[in-house]
């Protein structure tokens, strides 16, 4: 379990120390020396009688005045510390009796000080592993050490697990202190000089850092190593040349100790405060803590837990890891990005912009520690106020997403365990006849011939190419997995790809500068390196000359974190510290090399060490590369592994679930937390991946993963089929039902990807989106919105035909049948039978529906029939972004249409804002508009007299209107 490397003496370096002579017990699991006794204090000399009374006067002096100003330090006015901690209890008892001289004297002050931090405001001084924390231990620390009040808490660090800290700074622990700073074009920058060195290695004494006022919602502040060159995540992000003009932002920096400080101008909220605690700068150690405006705290992918997190002593550790989801541990993504509400309903986002192995710490002050171990300090502060317009600025940092292809958004089907292609091909039948939409069928490793990328079994998969085909010619499509590990293996010259990619030297090589050797399902492999324009160039080539033979159409990206099945390779890995760094996050596994590649691998951009959570984002931004090549179409991707700015090339799905109801409710937050990171394009496996299906469970899931964004049903191997033919009549009819719903919803989906793409807009949204001040949907992960009008309320349990649902203040209407629901913010009961999702539209929408078919492609040809949910004082709007739905770039080469809906004093319009041919194909054919409240005596359509119906829960529809979608009209009644 333990990973770290323990410090030896020598590789410590105080300015002076005082070692102690008693040992220090560990954890027997961790047999290391350890480190001696030292004390950030200066050493005294030895003294005579009188010279020592002087030195205990002022000794007792200094101590008092730095307690003085410690206490001051950490309960200093709002201004600087936006949540002071409560006023301190009377001073605990110390558990040791104090003696009798200067040391003890000393240490019962100091003792005094730190029994007076609150526990909530105690940041870790001790945060490694498999460690028993003794008082000897920490004091070597120059921290505080008190056992915490709460018995549930050891002091032994467990992985991946965190508790009030036994061991914590003091207010005066030694920090950087700004000692100059200066105005540049963009803000200011300084010099961060620290005269002490700490408990790490490798200390960077002197830094730079530079704040950058980037635009008036956008904060950037890095800290950096003015002498030598750190590694930098290599992703495209905005190069502002001007000073914003009108922050909506002050920044106040404390020189002694050094912080940043960043207030919202309007209401004084403070945002950051990292004067909290000390600020580590090291070659493999970089943290930095700060206060939070609450504990409403959202993001930090991807891991599984409820959609807000837990503030309460919560460690989430980032490094990218196969592994199926599992609570407590870092799974196949990395995503340092939090959104936080603020009193009021704003709301601000916080990115580190680094892609090291990182543990972000939660904890009850509200506070968090970022602790990272390489690159560099690099973070931005984006002011909202909403949390939507947080999400599209730091959307429009790291890029916003790709708008997907059209038949991206059908209904997708997978299996690994088909076997064989004619059984896969049967599955596809078995679809048709029962007339049950699909439109993209997907195979797993089994196609392959013995799991090797870029090929097919030509026994088992023989009739794969004809599949595809018919796929083809039944308006479907074809998806297949890669992984990114080549066979090694093979006979020279009988398999083309990993021959070609040796004599191109496009495989990550190990310390020694040959091809790393891991392992996954075809056995020895290497691996492609992905920073490396050549290995684009080489993956395309491959993808080309498999289309040519399999004419597939998507691409599904696995085991790109990259999975291993070994730790490290075959030749295992150096021993050195970028293998055992002084410091090791809480990854599954314990060391960097668990189950991964080694730290110590060459890439052509980095070490691994640097790049390892990239793998999957490079993988991505390759294969979307070689797909808009091949297909001359928008690139449909799906990947595993992902980091900030995969929105721009792939979608992701959930990994490998389970076939329970935990899993169907779970993966709920994960949907909502990935629309934060800027990947909409996100769904689980429906029914689950592991274990035998439900039919219960499978029809509830199938209704929830028709609003997923995207929607795939997988299973695993050796499992009883799952997809919608194998159940029993009433359960396939549910299913159907939701899917043909789904189909019929896709113009609303559609629009929604569009708004993604362009404005940053999230699909799946959290009902707090909506609804900022409402504080009861902060914590709200069994409901979601589409957009902003369309509310999901799934079955999440066995056995009822019911559930449970807020509903913000306002006005609702039922989807299916217009009837109106006046909340007043509270929590209904509604009927849920077995073959029913609730559905509810929100007051003041419109939105554009189609008769669904069996494929997007007839669906998308079908007349829309727009349905208004009417406000209170009759008001409604809402829009449409349509085009061909595959040609790349349609928006910015300005190849679309879009139509805005809106209605007001009985008179619905149409306003065509630009026009494209692809829109006069459609008519609007039907419309529903629910709210009106009386009956009307007559409905015109462009002045013309209209047939019309109105029924007593005051829907009005009328229909047969044949109306261009392309061309203005206006619906009015009186």
Not at 423 to 438: A, D, F
């Amino acid at each position: 379990m333990v990973s770290y490397k323990r410090l030896n003496p020598e590789d410590v370096q105080f300015s002076s120390a005082v070692l102690s002579e008693e040992p220090r017990p560990v954890h027997e699991e961790v047999p290391m020396q350890e480190p001696e006794e030292a004390s950030l204090l200066p050493q005294r000399p030895s003294c005579s009688v009188t010279t020592g009374l002087l030195v205990i006067g002022a000794l007792l002096l200094l101590l008092c005045g730095g307690w003085l100003l410690g206490m001051l330090w950490l309960h200093r006015p709002s201004n600087l510390q936006p949540h002071r901690p409560p006023p301190p209890a009377s001073a605990q008892t110390p558990d040791s009796q104090v003696k009798t001289g200067v040391n003890d004297t000393a240490a019962a002050f100091r003792r005094e000080a730190c029994s007076l931090i609150p526990e909530a405001w105690r940041f870790d001084c001790y945060p490694e592993r498999g460690v028993i924390v003794t008082r000897e231990l920490c004091e070597a620390r120059n921290c505080c050490f008190i056992p915490a009040s709460s018995p549930s808490f050891s002091a032994i660090r467990p992985s991946g697990r965190n508790g009030i800290p036994w061991c914590f700074y003091p207010p005066d622990f030694p920090s950087y202190s700004l000692v100059s700073i200066n105005d540049t074009t963009l803000g200011q920058k300084g010099t961060l000089v620290r005269d002490v060195k700490t408990y790490y290695q490798a200390d960077i004494l002197n830094l730079e850092v530079e704040i950058r006022h980037e635009t008036d919602t956008r904060l950037r502040v890095r800290i950096t190593d003015p002498s030598n060159s750190r590694f930098e995540v290599p992703i495209s992000v905005p190069n502002p040349t001007k000073k914003a003009e009108s922050p909506e932002y002050i920044v106040e920096l404390s020189k002694q100790p050094f912080g940043v400080v960043v207030k919202r101008s309007s209401t004084g909220a403070v945002l950051l405060n990292t004067t909290v605690a000390p600020l580590f700068y090291a070659d493999q150690f970089l943290q930095f803590s700060t206060s939070l405006q609450s504990q409403f705290i959202y993001g930090l992918g991807e891991h599984r837990s409820t959609f807000l997190h837990d503030v309460h002593w919560n460690t989430l550790t980032m490094w990218a890891r196969d592994v199926p989801p599992m609570e407590q541990t870092n799974l196949y993504g990395a995503h340092p990005f939090y959104l936080a509400m603020e009193d009021g309903g704003n709301a601000h986002g916080f990115f580190l912009l680094n892609s090291n192995a990182m543990d972000v710490v939660l904890q009850p002050a509200p506070a968090v520690t970022w602790r990272t171990i390489g690159g560099i300090l690099d973070f931005y502060v984006f002011l909202g106020p909403d949390p939507g317009s947080v999400i599209e600025q730091y959307v429009e940092v790291i890029g916003y997403p790709a708008m997907p292809i059209y038949w991206a958004l059908g209904y997708h089907l997978c299996r690994w365990g088909y076997n064989t292609s004619n059984s896969t091909w049967e599955v596809v039948k078995s679809m048709r006849n029962n007339r049950i939409p699909q439109d993209v069928q997907w195979n797993d490793i089994d196609y392959m011939d013995q799991f090797m990328d870029f090929t097919f079994d030509s026994t088992k998969f023989a009739t794969l190419p004809d599949l595809v085909k018919d796929l083809h010619a039944h308006d479907q499509r074809y998806v297949m997995i890669l992984d990114p590990g080549i066979s090694s293996t093979q006979p020279e010259g009988s398999y083309w790809p990993y021959d070609e990619g040796m004599r191109r030297g496009v495989f990550i090589k190990d310390a020694e500068g040959k091809t790393l050797i891991g392992k996954v399902w075809p056995g020895l492999t290497a691996y492609p390196d992905f920073s490396d324009d050549v290995t684009h160039e080489w993956w395309h080539d491959n993808l080309q000359r498999f289309h040519e033979k399999v004419p597939f159409d998507g691409l599904w990206i696995d085991m790109n974190e990259p999975s291993n099945f070994l730790d490290g390779s075959t030749n295992g890995c150096p021993s050195n510290s970028l293998e055992n760094p002084p410091y090791t996050p809480g990854i599954l596994g314990g060391l960097l090399r668990a189950k991964t590649l080694c730290a110590t691998a060459q890439q052509k951009h980095s070490i691994h060490y640097n790049m390892h959570s990239l793998y999957g984002l490079m993988e991505a931004k390759a294969s979307a590369s070689a797909l808009k090549k091949i297909t001359v179409k928008r690139p449909f991707v799906i990947s595993r592994s992902t980091f900030p700015s995969q929105g721009m090339y792939s979608g992701h799905w959930l990994g490998d679930n389970r076939s329970q109801w935990k899993d169907l409710y779970t993966s709920i937050a994960g949907i909502l937390t990935f629309n934060l990171l800027g990947i909409p394009l996100v769904g689980a496996d429906i029914c689950g991946f592991s274990e035998e299906p439900q039919e219960e469970l499978c029809v509830r899931w199938t209704q929830l993963g028709a609003f997923y964004p995207f929607t795939r049903n997988h299973n695993a191997i050796d499992l009883k089929p799952q997809d919608p033919t194998a159940f029993s009549p009433l359960a396939r009819s549910a299913m159907k039902q939701a899917l043909l719903l789904r189909y019929s919803l896709y113009p609303v989906l559609y629009t929604l990807f569009h708004h993604a793409h362009v404005h940053g807009h999230t699909v799946a949204r959290p009902i707090m989106f909506e609804f900022p001040k409402d504080v009861r949907t902060y914590g709200i992960d069994k409901q979601f919105l589409w957009g902003k009008s369309l509310l999901v309320t799934p079955v999440l349990d066995p056995g009822v035909d019911y559930v449970d649902g807020y509903f913000p203040e306002g006005l609702w209407y039922d989807y299916y049948t217009g009837d109106s629901l006046h909340s007043k913010g509270e929590e209904l009961r509604l009927h849920a039978p077995l073959d029913k999702i609730n559905l509810h539209l929100r007051e003041g929408s419109v939105i554009p529906t189609q008769a669904p078919n069996l494929t997007l492609w007839v669906s998308s040809g079908q007349p829309l029939h727009l349905v208004s949910a009417l406000s209170e004082d009759g008001s409604a709007s809402g829009d449409l972004f349509w085009d061909d739905g595959e040609s790349i770039d349609t928006y910015e080469n300005k190849k679309y249409s879009y139509i805005v809906f809106s209605v007001a004093q009985n008179v619905m319009t149409s306003h065509v804002l630009h026009s494209n041919v692809e829109a006069t194909y459609i008519t609007v054919e039907t419309v529903s508009i629910y709210g009106v409240k009386q009956t009307p005596d007559a409905v015109l359509v462009n002045s013309q007299v209209a047939t019309f119906t109105y029924r007593a829960n005051q829907v009005l529809t009328v229909v047969d209107l044949g109306l261009n979608l392309s061309q203005n009209f206006t619906i009015s009644w009186m």
